[in-house]
C-alpha cells in the first residue's frame, strides 16, 4: 500500500533475507520500476533469487551482495522508497548516506520498530533531530516507522 501510495518507482531494501518483502515491493511497482535490495549472506542472496523467479519478478529485482556501508558509498543513485530491515546495530552508522539517497517526498520504513525499540533509539534519535524529516510510528505486527523526507528542505 505504502509503495503504491506515494507512486515509488525506484526501490531500495537493505536486507534480502529470503526475499518476502522483496517480493511484495517488486509487486507493487510498475513495470518500468526497480527494487534494489543489498544482502550480505551469501546463501540469502541464492534463496532469495530462487524466490523471485517463482514469483516471476525478477525482471524488476536488482540484488547486490556486500556490506550495506560500501554500497551506500558506490551508489549515488536517488530513490523513492526505502525498506530497512537489516541488522539494526548498523543503522546509525549509516542514517546519513541512506537518507542522502531517498529523494525529497520519498519515503522510508524501518521494520521491527517496537518489537526492537531498544536497539533502535540511537537511529530514531538521529531522525528526529532532522528538521527535513517527520515521522510516524505504525503499530502493525512488530511496529513499522515511517519516516518521510520532506521536500521543502534541501538536505
Request: negative net charge; glycine residues 6%.
Amino acid at each position: 500500500m505504502l509503495v503504491k501510495a506515494t507512486n515509488a518507482q525506484r526501490i531500495l531494501e537493505i536486507g534480502t533475507s529470503n526475499g518476502y518483502s522483496t517480493i511484495w515491493l517488486a509487486s507493487s511497482i510498475p513495470n518500468t520500476g526497480m527494487v534494489h535490495t543489498i544482502e550480505v549472506n551469501p546463501l540469502k542472496i541464492e534463496e532469495a533469487r530462487d524466490n523471485f523467479e517463482q514469483a516471476q519478478v525478477l525482471q524488476n529485482i536488482t540484488q547486490w551482495s556486500g556490506d550495506v556501508c560500501e554500497f551506500l558509498k558506490q551508489t549515488p543513485e536517488q530513490v523513492d522508497f526505502i525498506f530497512l530491515d537489516a541488522d539494526r546495530s548498523d543503522y546509525l552508522s549509516i542514517a546519513e548516506p541512506l537518507f542522502s539517497r531517498l529523494k525529497p517526498g520519498g519515503l522510508l520504513v524501518c521494520d521491527n520498530a517496537i518489537s526492537h525499540a531498544s536497539e533502535l533509539e540511537g537511529f530514531v534519535a538521529w531522525v528526529e533531530s532532522q528538521s527535513n524529516l517527520t515521522t510516524s510510528l505504525v503499530p502493525v505486527g512488530k511496529g513499522e516507522l515511517l519516516v518521510y523526507k520532506d521536500n521543502n528542505h534541501p538536505n
